[in-house]
């Protein structure tokens, strides 16, 4: 039972959401787009948060659609998980996508709302930061397209009123060779102790975690250590693992030391899988 | 603009009812339309005990506005009758204490709708999304598997 009320808007362009938004907020509403809404109910009923007006973005048709034009293939930020998947045209992020929650919960979760989610883990972003996606945004202004990489910085950095829309991705990167492994302390499903997501573009590794330290990120100097051949392969590790860039966390799924512990032989793994196992 | 009347198609049935924005389409099942056969459980989308059909797809009624469900198909255990599935359970013994049982045949039904040849890997995948406290999910994979097999033989 969530406590308090909101107004609840269902409007069907783009022009008319970001509208609705100025005015709700202008009315002192603190509006809040809403994709699959399913964390807006459960932290909701928490209280954790609290809106006057939720602005449902699924009827609007360019955020519900997939595209392939071309090379190019564009995903409606509102699109659920399952149907991400059931399209079958990106395995990296459809193998990303099968490890987050459950197959129920994923008809109602939707990309956007996990990029945007308040809860840290975030994990789709992983594949579309190392596929060098990007981003179509809707302001006041119209609409913006930027490289993920440049406005995702622990979350998508969106001006107050903004909304994603899209994620483009060409096709020559969903060519490459991927990885993605999840370490969880416990079960098939559910939250990650750890998740890697790994790419290899023109011999050079890529690699991106959720739930090592309190946002999802990419690291060039992780990987800059990852790629240098000078090394043994337990040397790349460990001076990968002194780049990391923030604190690691300590949370009911594991200790920092199991963290570092688990992400070392995952890393392991990793080079493995990608430049064959030594002997 | 809180609370309204809202229309619900469940069941087969066109549904009336007044509803918060807030509220939960579990909340509004049980509470307004006396459908309580989607249990309440975690309320947090974790244990499954909520599912319901929404257009041909299981849903965890606790992660769903009852006015996102408005121009949608619902369907819920009680409109389920007789199903494929529900005798299944029944044979194979596939449950004890019963709480988990709507949702996990309502998951079970669209599982069997939409994937006539589900593989282990497939109704592995499924089940997941479903919690049980007091049985194996032995004899509930058994319910599907049997199910299954009497659909396959009577479409050929
Ligand atoms: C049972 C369960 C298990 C889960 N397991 C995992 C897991 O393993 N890994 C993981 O990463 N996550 C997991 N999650 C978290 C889930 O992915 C996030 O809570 C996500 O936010 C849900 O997406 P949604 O579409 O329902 O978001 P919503 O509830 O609609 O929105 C979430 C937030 O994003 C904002 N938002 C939504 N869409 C947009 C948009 N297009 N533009 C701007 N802002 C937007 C909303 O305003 C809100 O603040 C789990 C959730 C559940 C319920
Ligand atoms: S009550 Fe809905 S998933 Fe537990
Ligand atoms: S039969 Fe008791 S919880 Fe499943």
Redesign the pocket.
């Known amino acids: 039972m969530i406590s308090f009320d909101f107004d609840y808007y269902q409007p069907a362009t783009i022009e008319e959401a970001i509208q609705l938004f100025h005015t709700l907020d202008e009315q002192g509403k603190n509006p809040?787009?809403?994709?699959?809404?399913?964390?807006?109910?459960?932290l909701g009923r928490l209280n954790r948060?609290v809106t006057d007006a939720v602005i449902d973005?699924k009827a609007i048709p360019e955020?519900t659609a997939y595209r392939k034009k071309g090379t190019t293939h564009i995903w409606g930020?509102?699109l659920s998980l399952s149907r991400i998947r059931e399209i079958g045209a990106f395995p990296f992020l459809s193998k990303t996508i099968a490890?987050?929650?459950?197959n129920t919960?994923r008809n109602?979760?939707?990309l956007?709302?996990?990029?945007?989610?308040?809860?840290f883990?975030?994990?789709?972003v992983l594949p579309l930061l190392l596929t060098d996606s990007q981003v179509v945004i809707a302001s006041r202004t119209g609409l913006k397209q930027r490289p993920l990489r440049d406005v995702f910085d622990q979350i998508?950095q969106?001006e107050k009123g903004?909304?994603?829309?899209q994620i483009i991705t060409e096709q020559s990167e969903i060519d490459l060779p991927f990885l993605c492994i999840k370490k969880r302390r416990q079960w098939d499903?559910?939250?990650?102790l750890i998740t890697t997501a790994a790419l290899k573009k023109n011999d050079r590794l890529k690699v991106a975690f959720?739930g090592l330290c309190a946002f999802p990120f990419r690291n060039q100097q992780m990987e800059k250590s990852l790629n240098d051949l000078q090394l043994s392969r337990e040397e790349r590790i460990e001076q990968a693992l002194q780049q990391i860039p923030a604190t690691i966390l300590e949370d009911v799924h594991g200790s920092a030391e199991y963290r570092m512990f688990v992400l070392k032989n995952t890393l392991l793994d990793i080079l493995d899988a990608f430049e064959g196992a030594e002997s | 603009m809180g609370s309204h009347e809202i229309t619900l198609q469940i069941n087969g049935e066109e549904r009336s009812v007044h509803a918060r924005n807030t509220d939960t389409l579990l909340y509004v099942l049980r509470e307004k339309l006396g459908l309580t056969g989607a249990k309440p459980g975690c309320l947090?989308?974790?244990c499954g005990a909520c599912t319901i059909d929404v257009d041909g797809q299981p849903m965890k009624s606790c992660?769903m506005l009852a006015v996102e469900a408005m121009n949608k198909k619902v369907t819920t255990i009680e409109g389920l009758q007789n199903a494929p599935i529900q005798t299944q359970f029944i044979e194979k013994f596939a449950f004890q204490c019963g709480y988990c049982t709507p949702g996990f045949i309502m998951n079970c039904h669209s599982l069997i709708q939409q994937h006539p040849n589900a593989t282990d890997t497939v109704i592995k995948d499924w089940l997941e999304s479903n919690i049980c406290r007091c049985t194996g999910y032995k004899e509930i994979e058994e319910a599907i598997k049997a199910t299954l097999r009497n659909v396959q033989q009577y479409r050929s």
């Open positions: 809040l787009y809403f994709s699959g809404g399913t964390e807006i109910i459960t948060i973005i955020c930020a509102t490890e987050i929650a459950d919960a109602k979760i939707t956007g709302g996990n990029i945007c989610a308040n809860i883990y975030r994990e789709t998508l969106l903004e909304f994603l829309v499903v559910g939250y990650p959720s | 947090n989308g974790d992660l």
